[in-house]
């Protein structure tokens, strides 16, 4: 019986070997142009004396708060769990959440204003989409502790520095400012803001700014759909909208027309390089009339000609820094300047159309967030970079840095002398030459340059017994090799061999000049 009912029992199904649903996978190219372009920009942050912070990927829910746009999604578009001991815990959506938290827990420790900068994964439980991952990377840079509008202007003026230092050259992108006040002042004369009331439209306002923010997906009549009753998808998916009146519809809808026409009438302005005129100042002039009596817009109005008066001291002028009312990004916890960076050049999409690259970075202030855990004010402003899709941008122009080549492979002619192989693996390695020793069945030579193809190794070191009684090694310049083998004549190729017998105490000096040809 027991028998039968081993053969009968079914077999366990094995595991599937695919990715989560919104996950991918990051190979050696991809890492390592990924963290070339991390030096870089924490070089920039460095140089205006920012410090490294590493934080925990999971936080509590209760210090993350609710502050993402997606709060229709389960677990308000966190991954979360309850612990052993009630606790809800969560992996971090963000880097700025956390930061929050390190500046209450230790503020008696940290100088103030603390200015930091952070690199690192983050989750979000979203719909994912082309493009759009539940994991993806942040590098982060803020200052905490300052209410002064000039660390505003600074992060922005950082922002420009860390696009060019990457690859992104003056011209190709944009950093757009606003300032959440200035929103606030038309929500005011919208009715959909009581001074008197902050709390008042809550749920609303957050529906209106996340409206807005998708400005650039949507469209004005996909926004319209989400100030209303909502909008449905292509997927048919619905998204409640903010019921709001069709008068403060109206109200917001009229702003963001007029804000369309405002700056392009703005963007065709010449720039006047003494900076006593500018685009920016254009726009500015825009706002205040925007905006009208509202106390709220106008400071907000106030703060931006500010940052704007600051740049153009430093020589950041609307050439790459500019006002966009546009501009309120979709988190719920920022108080005052809003940016984001967009890159301006075209790509082709899936289908072949001409589009812009659109945004790689945004950020703001958000001087309540640590209030959270204090019960005490402390301003705070900072800036985020998708590295993801900056990465993506690059290669889409081909400029993507870090070192692809593979490492120089050491072939096994003979297994009984794996030592002598291990050997020059090591001297290759203490030189500072990057050098593997193959380490499959060595049974079939071809196997082993089929290899070294595949880790796109520029040189196969090869030593057979014959080599080994004479004291030489053979270097095969599979680079060449390769061009030789596409189009090279019978002449080239004598000139220019790919394979050479050189000493084997001149193994490492003879690797080094091959890499440098």
Request: with cysteine.
């Amino acid at each position: 019986m027991a028998n039968d009912k081993t053969q009968g029992a079914k077999a366990a199904r094995r595991p599937r070997a695919e990715t989560p649903k919104g996950f991918r996978d990051y190979f050696g190219a991809e890492v390592t142009a990924r963290k070339a372009m991390l030096d870089k920009i924490a070089e920039v942050y460095h140089r205006y004396g920012f410090d490294p912070l590493e934080t925990s990927a999971v936080e509590t829910v209760e210090a993350l708060g609710k502050f993402l746009p997606d709060v229709d999604r389960p677990n308000e578009g966190v991954f979360g769990w309850q612990d052993e001991d009630a606790d809800w815990l969560a992996l971090r959506y963000d880097l700025t959440a956390p930061l929050a938290r390190v500046a209450a827990q230790y503020r008696n420790d940290l100088p103030s204003p603390y200015r930091r900068f952070a690199m690192g994964p983050v989750w979000r439980n979203e719909k994912p989409g082309p493009g759009r991952f539940r994991q993806f990377y942040q590098c982060d840079a803020d200052t905490v502790g300052s209410a002064s509008v000039a660390a505003d202007a600074e992060i922005c003026a950082m922002l420009s520095d860390a696009l060019e230092i990457v690859g992104i050259p003056r011209g190709d992108y944009v950093v757009k400012v606003n300032n959440r006040k200035v929103l606030n002042g038309v929500m005011e004369v919208a009715g959909v803001l009581d001074p008197s009331d902050p709390s008042k439209f809550e749920a609303e306002r957050g529906i209106v700014l996340r409206a807005i923010d998708k400005l650039d997906r949507l469209g004005l009549e996909g926004v319209r759909a989400l100030l209303g009753a909502g909008r449905k998808d292509e997927s048919g998916d619905f998204t409640k909208g903010a019921g709001l009146s069709e008068h403060a519809v109206e109200k917001i809808m009229s702003f963001l027309y007029g804000n369309q026409e405002a700056m392009g009438d703005i963007n065709e302005f010449e720039f006047v390089t003494t900076g006593k005129v500018s685009q920016n100042l254009n726009a500015i002039k825009y706002l205040r009339d925007l905006v009208g009596s509202s106390q709220t817009g106008l400071e907000g109005v106030a703060e931006l000609e500010l940052i704007v008066t600051y740049l153009e001291s430093q020589g950041y002028g609307s050439d790459r820094i500019v006002i966009d009312p546009s501009v309120v990004r979709g988190l719920g916890y920022y108080t005052g300047p809003v940016y984001e960076a967009e890159l301006t050049f075209e790509i082709l999409d899936e289908k072949g159309r001409k589009r812009s690259f659109g945004s790689v970075a945004g950020g703001g202030r958000y001087d309540d967030l640590v209030k959270r855990f204090t019960g005490q004010a402390v301003p705070a402003t900072g800036v985020s970079i998708g590295v993801d899709r900056l990465l993506a941008a690059l290669a889409a122009k081909g400029r993507l840095a870090g070192d692809t080549a593979g490492p120089v492979v050491v072939t096994v002619m003979d297994r009984d002398r794996m030592a002598d192989y291990m050997g020059m693996v090591a001297d290759l390695r203490q030189a500072g030459i990057r050098a593997e020793v193959y380490l499959g069945n060595p049974k079939q030579f071809g196997n082993q340059l089929k290899y070294a193809d595949k880790r796109q190794s520029p040189i196969a070191i090869i030593q057979g017994g014959n080599e080994a009684e004479k004291g030489v090694v053979i270097l095969k310049d599979l680079i060449l090799g390769a061009k030789i083998a596409q189009s090279a004549t019978l002449e080239e190729w004598k000139d220019q061999p790919a394979q050479v017998e050189v000493p084997r105490a001149d193994l490492v000096e003879a690797v080094r000049k091959m890499l440098g040809a």
